[in-house]
């Protein structure tokens, strides 16, 4: 029905930047919040940031003042820019939308995740 497809992870030295990205597409008739997750090993999947579709956003303390997350309606695509990272940052970085579908239905979907490796 709707697929996330993530892109924008790798691996940086602590202090540097990544942007992650996510575009959406599929039977959407629209979008409502977009956000991003974040899972570490041996730890529960958290909340970075999450943002509406009227671009009212929040974020997790950690991060805080060091990242920003976005959104463009048009392409249907949510983007974190990550900036200061630090290796306590490292994890696997996931999408996650909540769409109302063309079939007037609305269903949470996630997208495959992206490894973010931040080395000290």
């Known amino acids: 029905q709707v697929q996330l497809v993530e892109s924008g992870g790798g691996l940086v030295q602590a202090g540097g930047s990544l942007r992650l990205s996510c575009a959406a597409s599929?039977?959407?008739?629209?979008?409502?919040?977009m956000a991003w997750y974040r899972q570490a090993p041996g730890k529960q999947r958290e909340l970075v940031a999450v943002?509406?579709?009227?671009?009212?956003?929040n974020y997790a303390d950690s991060v805080k003042g060091r990242f920003t997350i976005s959104r463009d309606n048009a392409k249907n695509t949510v983007y974190l820019q990550m900036n200061t990272l630090k290796p306590e940052d490292t994890a696997v970085y996931y999408c996650?939308?909540?769409?109302?579908?063309?079939?007037?239905?609305?269903?949470?979907?996630w997208g495959q995740g992206t490894q973010v490796t931040v080395s000290s």
């Open positions: 943002i509406t579709s009227g671009a009212s956003s």
């Open positions: 996650n939308a909540w769409v109302l579908l063309k079939t007037w239905r609305s269903n949470e979907f």
């Open positions: 599929g039977s959407i008739f629209s979008i409502n919040d």
